[in-house]
């Protein structure tokens, strides 16, 4: 209603608009379905494209993960509905079927090195156990030790080398185990010999009694390497094998050695599959034992100006 004041009376307006209102409602109503319609309609595509797509191809990804890789003949089912995904799964069937015959390659070459190689250093042995048996020239000795100690440390580099380029088995029944109080001093023992004719000496710390689940070679090696490494870098001085706490500590007495050079060296070690160029097969193995077992390497300053390796071995420690 609409009211104006004119003279000489009053001038009244009056619209009906239920026409307009209904019609509102009507279009109001209409909109809703649509609405209603349209979000069903992208709720059932959302829902088609799960069952079709996303659901299959979660299929697929989880049966990838739940492959085993060192089982043989594993493959992936082709029996889905979709063409797309049956080309995927057909592909990466093809590729596990190369990468089979690869590692059956792999396998076989590793045997044949391993047989190939023990052969060879077998003989070398022998034929320094019968060198030593007769009497030389005291100018030929040192050579004979040379050889010697050549032939154990590319034994022990074998060794390592072979177990671990092969998967660790969760399922063996046998673990085996090391006392590393007692394996340390026989260490000190057979890396004496590098000290000729060096101002230094190998000595023995603290030694906490310590059994770690893990074999004896591969303990052996990675602490001889930092063994060896120390004394090499040693002139004058000592060198200190000390255990407390699941730590096996190699520390020197500071001529010459970089800790920051060395921590960079197995830093790179560490993301190389292969040994870096130069750099030797020392670090790189102490690299993958760690990677193996779940150790800790660390090279720090001493107070001193020396340099100390420190090998936590604490994820291997079996507890009394």
């Given at each position: 209603?609409?009211?104006?004041?004119l003279?000489p009376?009053?001038?009244?307006?009056q619209?009906?608009?239920?026409?307009?209102?209904?019609?509102?409602?009507r279009?109001?109503?209409?909109?809703g379905?649509?609405?209603?319609?349209?979000?069903?309609?992208?709720?059932?595509?959302?829902?088609?494209?799960?069952a079709?797509?996303?659901?299959?191809?979660?299929?697929?990804?989880?049966?990838?993960?739940?492959?085993?890789?060192?089982a043989?003949?594993?493959?992936?089912?082709?029996?889905?509905?979709h063409?797309?995904?049956?080309?995927?799964?057909?592909?990466s069937?093809a590729?596990?079927e190369?990468?089979e015959?690869f590692?059956e390659?792999?396998?076989?070459?590793?045997?044949?090195?391993?047989?190939e190689?023990?052969?060879?250093?077998?003989?070398?042995?022998g034929?320094?156990?019968?060198?030593?048996?007769?009497?030389l020239?005291?100018?030929?000795?040192?050579?004979?030790?040379?050889?010697?100690?050549?032939?154990?440390n590319?034994s022990?580099?074998?060794?390592?080398?072979l177990?671990l380029?092969?998967e660790p088995?969760?399922?063996?029944?046998?673990?085996?185990?090391?006392?590393?109080d007692?394996?340390?001093?026989?260490?000190?023992?057979?890396?004496?010999?590098?000290?000729?004719?060096k101002?230094?000496?190998?000595?023995l710390?603290e030694?906490?009694?310590?059994?770690?689940?893990?074999?004896?070679?591969m303990?052996?090696?990675?602490?001889?390497?930092?063994i060896?490494?120390?004394?090499?870098?040693t002139?004058a001085?000592?060198v200190?094998i000390?255990?407390s706490q699941?730590i096996?500590?190699?520390?020197?007495?500071?001529?010459?050695?970089d800790?920051?050079?060395?921590?960079?060296r197995?830093?790179?070690?560490?993301?190389?599959?292969?040994?870096v160029?130069?750099?030797?097969?020392?670090?790189?193995?102490?690299g993958?034992i760690?990677?193996?077992?779940?150790?800790?390497?660390?090279?720090?300053?001493?107070?001193?100006?020396?340099?100390?390796?420190r090998l936590?071995?604490?994820a291997?420690v079996?507890?009394?």
């Amino acid at each position: 209603m609409l009211v104006e004041d004119l003279p000489p009376g009053r001038l009244i307006t009056q619209v009906d608009i239920t026409a307009l209102e209904q019609q509102q409602n009507r279009d109001a109503i209409v909109s809703g379905i649509w609405a209603v319609a349209l979000l069903a309609l992208i709720g059932g595509s959302i829902a088609w494209l799960h069952a079709n797509l996303v659901r299959p191809v979660r299929d697929l990804a989880e049966r990838m993960r739940s492959m085993d890789p060192g089982a043989i003949g594993g493959r992936l089912p082709t029996t889905y509905r979709h063409e797309e995904i049956q080309i995927i799964a057909q592909a990466s069937n093809a590729h596990l079927e190369r990468v089979e015959r690869f590692i059956e390659r792999e396998r076989s070459l590793l045997d044949q090195a391993s047989h190939e190689f023990r052969t060879p250093i077998a003989v070398i042995s022998g034929a320094i156990d019968v060198l030593k048996q007769i009497p030389l020239p005291d100018a030929s000795k040192p050579a004979l030790t040379r050889i010697e100690h050549a032939v154990e440390n590319l034994s022990e580099t074998m060794v390592a080398l072979l177990y671990l380029a092969r998967e660790p088995d969760p399922g063996a029944d046998a673990v085996e185990v090391t006392a590393l109080d007692e394996l340390l001093p026989r260490l000190v023992q057979d890396h004496e010999h590098l000290l000729r004719g060096k101002a230094a000496q190998l000595r023995l710390g603290e030694l906490e009694p310590t059994i770690v689940a893990a074999p004896d070679a591969m303990v052996r090696i990675a602490v001889s390497n930092l063994i060896r490494n120390a004394i090499e870098n040693t002139e004058a001085g000592y060198v200190e094998i000390a255990l407390s706490q699941g730590i096996v500590s190699v520390a020197d007495s500071g001529s010459g050695f970089d800790p920051v050079e060395a921590a960079r060296r197995y830093r790179d070690n560490l993301r190389h599959a292969v040994p870096v160029r130069g750099q030797g097969l020392g670090l790189f193995l102490i690299g993958r034992i760690c990677d193996r077992f779940g150790w800790k390497l660390a090279i720090e300053t001493t107070a001193s100006g020396g340099t100390r390796a420190r090998l936590d071995v604490n994820a291997s420690v079996i507890a009394p």
